[in-house]
């Protein structure tokens, strides 16, 4: 009768041990999968450049985000400089981006357009809005863009930068300046 009771335990424990490494296999690929290298198209290993304020106004208008992350942004660029003011000027916008990026872990991440293949179209120069003058342009950008819920930015170089959130359900927040 001991036998029978030991070969029992035996078998039980093969098979918690069995159970135990199964469950720590998936939630192990559960966490890993969750993690933002595994949900964006690509998710760089290095933090995104800070941006670089310049004095015109940059506002997030719209933000559209499809089931597969891919969507679009709307913004505008204004020069709120008054013509009448004798000190207005004509304000710049740089030449490169504007790009999309992720906040993960206290720290910004460019997941648009792919930080490792971004190539440097720019011409070098700058590209400029008289007072009160005002520019609207629209991104589109492909899936895994907005891949997950979180804290978002649109970058601007030489302006600043304009975020949103994308909430669980899927529905988008612009937070005002």
């Not at 296999?25 to 760089?44: C, D, E, R, T």
């Not at 863009?145 to 927040?173: H, W």
Request: aromatic share 12%; proline share 6%.
């Amino acid at each position: 009768m001991k036998r029978k009771a030991s070969k029992k335990m035996v078998i039980f424990c093969v098979v918690l041990a069995a159970v135990l490494l199964v469950s720590g296999g998936v939630g192990g690929y559960l966490y890993w999968n969750s993690l933002p290298s595994q949900q964006f198209a690509f998710f760089p290993s290095f933090t995104a450049e800070p941006s670089r304020p310049g004095g015109l106004v940059l506002d997030v208008l719209e933000v559209n985000r499809n089931e597969d992350g891919s969507g679009s942004l709307k913004y505008q660029l204004k020069n709120n400089w008054d013509t009448d003011d004798p000190f207005a000027h004509t304000l710049s916008y740089g030449d490169a981006g504007p790009w999309i990026d992720y906040y993960y872990q206290n720290e910004w991440y460019q997941v648009y357009p792919r930080a490792d293949l971004e190539a440097q179209n720019g011409t070098g120069s700058d590209h400029h809005l008289e007072p009160e003058e005002e520019m609207v342009s629209t991104i589109d950008f492909p899936e895994k863009v907005l891949a997950v819920p979180g804290r978002y930015r649109l970058r601007v170089d030489n302006v600043g930068e304009g975020e949103f959130l994308v909430m669980d359900d899927g529905k988008i927040a612009i937070q005002s300046r």
